[in-house]
């Protein structure tokens, strides 16, 4: 089992920079692959970004890369989400997942996830 805890949302200006973290614990950080996932009002849940286990690589889906990035950090057992440039389309909850290791550096399909954060709000709006 894992648990995780996002913190961080929160209301900015389109323009605007926010950090989200995600807090694991349950199972050895550096053993699972973390992703993070966003849903808006009336819309499906979404794939926004993923990292491997030891942080060397990550992938974003194309809506988010140059302005979002997602880090970890295995000795603090925390996984972070820095978005800047900030539009109102970003706006949605945002989530963490985490998976176990099963031969890919990362996933990106929702399905591919075992465990997940309760969310935070992200609100992008003048």
């Known amino acids: 089992q894992v648990q995780l805890v996002e913190s961080g949302g929160g209301l900015v200006q389109p323009g605007g920079s926010l950090g989200l973290s995600c807090a694991a614990s349950?199972?050895?950080?550096?053993?699972?692959?973390m992703g993070w996932f966003r849903q808006a009002p009336g819309k499906e849940r979404e794939f926004i970004a993923a990292?491997?286990?030891?942080?060397?690589?990550?992938y974003y889906t194309d809506s988010v890369k140059g302005r979002f990035t997602a880090s970890r950090d295995n000795a603090k057992n925390t996984f972070y989400l820095q978005m800047n440039s900030l539009k109102p389309e970003d706006t949605a909850v945002y989530c963490c997942?985490?998976?176990?290791?099963?031969?890919?550096?990362?996933?990106?399909?929702?399905?591919?996830?075992?465990?997940w954060g309760q969310g935070t709000q992200v609100t992008v709006s003048s």
């Open positions: 349950g199972r050895p950080f550096s053993s699972i692959v």
């Open positions: 990292i491997n286990r030891s942080g060397g690589n990550t």
């Open positions: 997942a985490a998976a176990p290791y099963r031969g890919t550096s990362y996933y990106t399909s929702l399905n591919d996830y075992d465990y």
